[in-house]
C-alpha cells in the first residue's frame, strides 16, 4: 500500500477515533470540530508510532491488502481516540 494511502487512511480514522471517544467521553469531549481536529492529529500520530516500532499487519506483498488496511484503520483511529482523550483531560485539569 503506498504512504499516501495509508496516511489517508489514518487521518480518516483518527477523526473518526476522535469523535468516537468524544461521544463515549462526553465530558472529555472538545466539541466536534475540535474532536476531529485532534483526532487527525493522533491519527497521524499513531500512525508514525506503529511505523516507528515497525508493527505491521500486513502480508508484506506491498500491495493494498485486507490486512494493512485494518491495521492502518486501528493505529488511526486508537491514535486519534487516545490524543482526544488526553488533549480533553488536560482542558479539563486547566479550566479548573
Known amino acids: ?6 496516511l489517508i487512511i489514518q487521518l480518516v ?3 473518526l477515533g476522535g469523535n468516537g ?4 467521553l462526553k ?3 472538545l466539541g466536534t470540530i475540535l474532536n476531529s481536529i485532534v483526532g487527525i492529529l493522533g491519527g497521524g500520530l499513531g500512525g508514525w508510532l506503529m511505523k516507528l516500532l515497525n508493527i505491521s499487519i500486513s502480508s508484506g506483498g506491498g500491495g ?9 484503520v486501528a493505529a488511526g483511529g486508537v491514535g486519534g481516540g487516545a490524543l482526544m482523550g ?7 485539569l486547566i479550566s479548573k
Request: hydrophobic share 45%; no cysteine.
Open 1 to 6: 500500500m503506498s504512504n499516501t494511502l495509508a
Open 13 to 15: 480514522s483518527g477523526a
Open 21 to 24: 471517544a468524544g461521544a463515549i
Open 27 to 29: 465530558k472529555l469531549s
Open 64 to 72: 493494498a491488502d485486507i490486512g494493512s488496511i485494518l491495521g492502518n
Open 86 to 92: 488526553i488533549i480533553g483531560g488536560i482542558k479539563k
